[in-house]
């Protein structure tokens, strides 16, 4: 599936905010092209349910699909990612009514394009204020206490990244939670200071804020995937040692690489490995496919030759999704629980919800 330092002009070009925004907008502008207005549609949908779809003036086929009352896509949901999607539905949504909704929550991620860990529902979420009742198909209301912090993002009002992370911070696993501040700052979309600030104005004893406060500060914009993320968390979730991230390694032959984790008092390094680590742009062949797993073979073999390196571990999704997993696997390479100094962490009492420990001490009683 999380990096900025400052939110300064930059003279020479757009500030990476600046640039995230415009991508992110031009796959709102894709996606909006997708949708028919409802009388062009009344026009040219055909009745056959089985044929799915309908001829184009072109004379090729198109496929339509009903995403609710007077809203249809001129495509295949099927086509689509999740976040598309949801996405999708949003814009849908967004057009039928009278007001300006408020996207939140998991469709303010998923049109941010922030990484999750875990379920996702696909119903659109929208914040209103307590006393609004009524219900919305295919969408779920949020109500919030307090008036959310809020931008125009191509066209919709959606909640800013550091409301859309501190408000999935409060209602997610800690791993979905840190693993989406990474991004955020990875891109550099927001600072840590900026989360901490949001994280400390929720009123005290609000759901989820001891959450929230703590994955602001086990985030690391260097983690560089959800996959680094998640296996972040269970290293800490199971009181090991923490990792140093994204150390550099060097020969006789120059730089072998950046390492995912490295553990300098164990001298182990682990690498966590997700399913684009090692992708070949589309369009090449077998033979460049190989080529990166020689080259991957060969970077691993100079590891493993570094003074400072006794020994190289990896891992997958399946690995790290299940504790005990994610557990015996440390412990087989010799990473123990019990030195767990360093890990940053709030004053007070860790929120039972964040895991620590607790999990791996069920499965020994």
């Known amino acids: 599936m999380t990096h900025i330092e400052s939110f300064t002009d930059d003279p020479v070009g757009p500030t990476p905010l600046t640039a995230y925004r415009s991508e992110r907008e031009h796959a709102l502008l894709r996606l909006r092209q997708l949708l028919v207005p409802v ?20 004379g090729v086929a198109v496929h339509w699909t009903r995403l609710r009352r007077a809203a249809f896509a001129k495509c295949d949901p099927a086509t689509l990612t999740q976040d598309e999607r949801i996405i ?8 039928s009514t009278d007001r300006r909704l408020i996207f939140s929550q998991g469709t303010a991620a998923a049109i941010w394009g922030l990484p999750r860990i875990g379920e996702r529902t696909e119903l659109v979420e929208y914040a209103t204020p307590p006393g609004l009742r009524g219900r919305s198909p295919q969408a779920r209301r949020r109500r919030n206490t307090q008036p959310p912090v809020t931008t125009d993002l191509g066209g919709l009002q959606v909640t800013t990244v550091e409301q859309t992370i501190i408000d999935h ?3 997610a696993g800690l791993e979905s ?45 260097a983690s560089e995937s959800p996959l680094e993320s998640l296996s972040r968390i269970r290293m800490f979730q199971l009181d090991l040692p923490m990792p140093q991230l994204q150390v550099e390694f060097t020969d006789a032959l120059g730089l072998i690489g950046r390492t ?16 684009g680590k090692y992708a070949v742009p589309e369009g090449h ?28 571990i990896r891992w997958g ?49």
């Open 39 to 58: 009388p062009s549609a009344r026009l040219t949908l055909v009745s056959d349910a089985k044929s799915g779809g309908m001829p184009g003036s072109s």
């Open 88 to 95: 999708l539905m949003a814009l849908a949504i967004d057009r």
């Open 169 to 171: 911070a409060r209602y």
């Open 177 to 221: 939670a840190v693993a989406m501040c990474d991004a955020a700052l990875h891109l550099q979309l927001t600072q840590r200071s900026q989360l901490m600030a949001f994280a400390k104005a929720l009123p005290a004893g609000s759901r989820g804020c001891r959450m929230a406060e703590l994955a602001t500060f086990l985030a690391d914009g």
């Open 260 to 275: 995912d984790f490295y553990w300098d008092e164990l001298g182990i390094v682990g690498e966590a490995d997700g399913a």
């Open 285 to 312: 062949t077998g033979e460049a496919a190989a080529r990166v797993l020689r080259a991957e073979k060969s970077r691993e073999d100079r590891l493993r030759r570094h003074p400072k390196v006794q020994a190289v």
């Open 317 to 365: 999704w399946d690995d790290a999704l299940p504790v005990q997993r994610f557990h015996d696997l440390m412990s087989a390479a010799g990473i123990r629980p019990g030195a767990s100094d360093g890990w940053p962490i709030p004053d007070g009492p860790l929120p039972r919800k964040s895991k620590h420990v607790t999990v791996i001490e069920r499965h020994r009683t």
